[in-house]
C-alpha cells in the first residue's frame, strides 16, 4: 500500500492519501539458489518449488507433453529451460512462474543441456535424429546438427546428451553405434568429431570433472568409455561381459545414466534388466563390486557427499528404494517411499533429497542422514525434481 | 513514478498527485546464480559483481576492517556473509545492495563459514580464541566455543574452519596443535570431538566430498590429515619431511587451503616457504610429483573441470601467476596479469576466471581456455573475490 500526506492543490488542506500504488505489489525479491522445478507429466505442468522453505511456489501451465522431460536452468539460476517428449523447449520464469519463451523444435525428443558459458541450449532428439543448438536467451536456433550415418544418410536416435568444458557436448547414437563430441563455441560452425562405440548406447553420464563419458549400452553387455582428455585413444569397453552366464531379463525401464553416480572415486552403474548395481573403479576401469538389489535399478544417484549412492527400481518394484554406503559397499537401507517413485533429487549440499511418488501424487521430502520423512507435497502424477544448482555443474 | 487524481477531502476538488511511489521503482527481478562480491579491501566495501555481463552493480560499504575478509553465501544465494579481521559479521542482501545485518562477534576473526542447511554461520577467531555459531536469518549468536587447551585452559586461534556434512564443522587450532570437529546440529548444544595433530596448523582445507580435512603445518614439513569417515583412526601425518635437506625461506605470506586445491584425484597442495606445489594422492597420500614454481605460493586452484591448477604468488613475485596441466603435472604458462595478484575466483563451470590485481585496482577477466584477456573492472585495492556458487559446495 501506497500512504502520503499530499496537500490539496485548491484549498491547501493536508489530504492523507492512502492507495495501491500501480507498483506496490510487484513479485517480491528473492534469491533463485534454492528454486526447482518439479514436472507433473500427466497435466503438461511443472510446479516450482523451494527447497529452503520446502515448498511449492506456483504452477505453470502449457508445456506440452512432459512424459519424458528434462530440465536445464540458466546460469543466472533464474531460467528453467524444460525440454518435453513431443520436442517443445519452453522458458519458464522461476520468479515470475510463466512463460518466458517456447519453441516446438523436434518431433520426439528426449532432454537436453546447456553450455559451460550458458549461452548455448541443445536438445537431443529422436525424430528427425540429432541435436539442435538454441540461443538460451532468445530460444532462436543456432544450429541443426543430423545424427546422419551409413552410405544413405539415415539419422540415428540421439541419447546421452552432456555439457562438456569448452562449449562442447558428448552424446551417443543409438542406431549407429557411435560416440560423438560436437564443438559449439563456434555455434554457426559446428565442429564434430566421431568414435565408434559399443552396440545401441542408450544412455551416458560424463564424470563431473567433464573428463570420462561412459555410455550404457542395450545391444551388449558392456560400456563404452571416452577418454575426453585422450580422445585419440578412441572408445574402450568397460565391464565387458558382465552378464555373462546370467538369464537375460526383459527390461521394464531403461535405465537412466546421467551425470549422478560417481562417488568416491568409483562410478555405480545400473546392471541394465539385471538385480545388480556395478562400481568401476576411475582409475583403472575394473570392477571393483558387484551389489545385488532388489530389483532392476533406473536411477543409481549418489548423495553428493558420495558417502551413499540411492537407487530407485523398475516397475513392479518401482514402489522400493535402496540406499548403499559406498565405503563398504553394503546396503544399508531398504524402504518403501511410495507408489511409482519415479526421480529423486538431492539438494546442493545433500542435507535432504525429494522423491517424486508418481500414483500418490506427492513429492516426498527426507532428512538423507536417518531417512525420516521431513515433508509431503502434493503433486499430480510428479516424475522429474530439478533444482537450480544444476546451473552450475558440468554433465548434468 | 505514481501519478494518481485524487479528491481532497475537505474541499472535494481534485488534486493531480504526482509522486515517486514509496515502491514505485523496485528492484528489477533478477536471479542470484551469476552474481558474486569483489572485496575493496582498503575501503571497507564490497562491490556487487555479475559474472553473465561481467560487471559491477553496485558497492555497499561500511563492513569494516576487510583487509582479511571471506565470504560465504545463504543456500537461496542472495545474501554474502562477509566475516572481517575486525570480528564484524555482515549480511549483505545482493539483490538490494544493502547491509541486512551486521554485529561485530570477535576482536580478531580470520573467516567463517555455513552450515550444510544453511542455517548456522560459524566464525574463526583468533581473538577470543575459539568459533562462534550465528543464525544466518536473524545472525542472533546461536553458541560459543572456546578454543581452550591446556590445564590453565588457554585459547587458541582458529584456523582452517570448514563445514562438513551434517552440520558439523572441522578446524584446526594454530596454539594448540589439534584438530577439532564441532557438531552444530543441536545449536545449543554443541559436540566437540578433538584430534591431536602436528606442529602449529596455520590453514586447512576439506576435499570436495567432506571426507579428508588436511591442515598445513607451520611448525613442522608435512600435513596433518584426519579421514572424517574413519575419525577413530585418528590424525595422519603426510608428506612427511617434504622439505628434508633444503634451505628454509622466509615465509612472506602464508599460503591458502582452503576448499580448492583437489583435482583428478590428487590434492595440489602449496609447499609453505618454498617455490614448490606438491601433489600427493588421496588414494595412498603419496607424493606423486612436486612442481618447481616461480615463487612461494599463496592459492593453488583447481579450474572447476580439474584440467588446470592456477597458482598465485608471495611478495616480491606477486605479480605473477603459473599454469599447471594436472594431466601432465607440468607448467603450461607463466604470466603476469597486473601488480599485486591477492585472489582468483573461478566462474562455476570454469569458462573464466577473475583475478584481483591489488595495486593496479583492477579486477582481471580472463578465459581459462586460451588465457586471453576478457575484461577489467576497476576495483579499489581488490582482494577477495567469492561467487554465489559457493553456496552450493562443502568445505568453502
Same sequence: chains 1, 2.
Avoid at 60 to 71: F, I, N, P, R, Y
Wanted: overall charge neutral.
Amino acid at each position: 500500500m501506497f500512504r502520503k500526506v499530499v496537500k490539496c492543490a485548491i484549498c491547501w488542506m493536508p489530504v492523507l492519501l492512502v492507495s495501491a500504488c500501480a507498483t506496490s505489489q510487484p513479485q517480491p525479491l528473492r534469491g533463485t539458489g534454492d528454486l526447482g522445478v518439479v514436472i507433473e507429466r500427466a497435466t503438461g505442468q511443472v510446479q516450482v518449488i523451494e527447497t529452503t522453505g520446502r515448498r511449492a511456489l506456483a504452477q505453470v501451465s502449457g508445456l506440452g507433453d512432459l512424459s519424458h522431460a528434462s530440465v536445464v536452468f540458466s546460469r543466472d539460476s533464474r531460467y528453467a529451460y524444460v525440454f518435453g517428449r513431443d520436442g517443445g523447449l519452453t522458458k519458464v520464469d522461476l520468479l515470475t512462474a510463466s512463460i518466458a519463451g517456447r519453441v516446438v523444435q523436434a518431433g520426439n525428443a528426449i532432454g537436453g543441456a546447456i553450455s559451460q558459458d550458458g549461452r548455448i541450449l541443445v536438445a537431443q532428439n529422436y525424430e528427425p535424429g540429432g541435436i539442435k543448438a538454441f540461443d538460451s536467451d532468445t530460444l532462436e536456433l543456432l544450429a541443426d546438427v543430423p545424427a546422419s550415418y551409413g552410405a544413405d544418410g539415415k539419422r540415428s536416435k540421439v541419447v546421452g546428451l552432456a555439457d562438456l568444458p569448452g562449449n562442447r557436448f558428448a552424446y551417443a547414437l543409438f542406431d549407429a553405434n557411435e560416440i560423438r563430441v560436437t564443438d559449439l563455441s563456434d555455434p554457426k560452425n559446428p565442429k564434430t568429431d566421431r568414435y565408434p562405440a559399443g552396440k545401441q548406447p542408450y544412455d551416458a553420464l560424463v564424470t563431473p570433472d567433464g573428463r570420462y563419458y561412459i555410455a550404457g549400452l542395450f545391444g551388449e553387455d558392456g560400456l563404452s568409455m571416452l577418454d575426453l582428455w585422450q580422445p585419440e585413444k578412441g572408445v574402450r569397453t568397460i565391464l565387458p561381459g558382465y552378464g555373462r552366464g546370467e538369464q537375460a531379463l526383459p527390461v521394464y525401464k531403461m535405465p537412466h545414466l546421467r551425470g549422478w553416480a560417481v562417488a568416491a572415486g568409483r562410478a555405480y552403474l545400473p546392471a541394465i534388466g539385471r538385480h545388480e548395481v556395478l562400481v568401476v573403479d576411475l582409475d583403472d576401469w575394473k570392477e571393483v563390486a558387484r551389489i545385488p538389489v532388489k530389483s532392476q535399478p533406473v536411477f543409481v544417484m549418489a548423495r553428493p557427499d558420495g558417502r551413499e549412492v540411492w537407487v530407485n527400481f523398475a516397475f513392479p518394484d518401482n514402489a522400493w528404494m535402496q540406499v548403499i554406503d559406498t565405503f563398504s559397499n553394503r546396503l544399508v537401507d531398504t524402504f518403501q517411499p511410495g507408489r511409482a517413485i519415479l526421480h529423486m533429487e538431492f539438494t546442493p549440499k545433500g542435507e535432504a533429497v525429494w522423491i517424486s511418488a508418481r500414483d500418490d501424487n506427492k513429492v516426498l521430502i527426507y532428512d538423507t542422514r536417518n531417512r525420516q520423512k521431513l515433508a509431503e507435497l502434493p503433486a499430480a502424477s510428479p516424475s522429474g525434481i530439478f533444482f537450480t544448482s544444476r546451473a552450475f555443474r558440468t554433465g548434468f
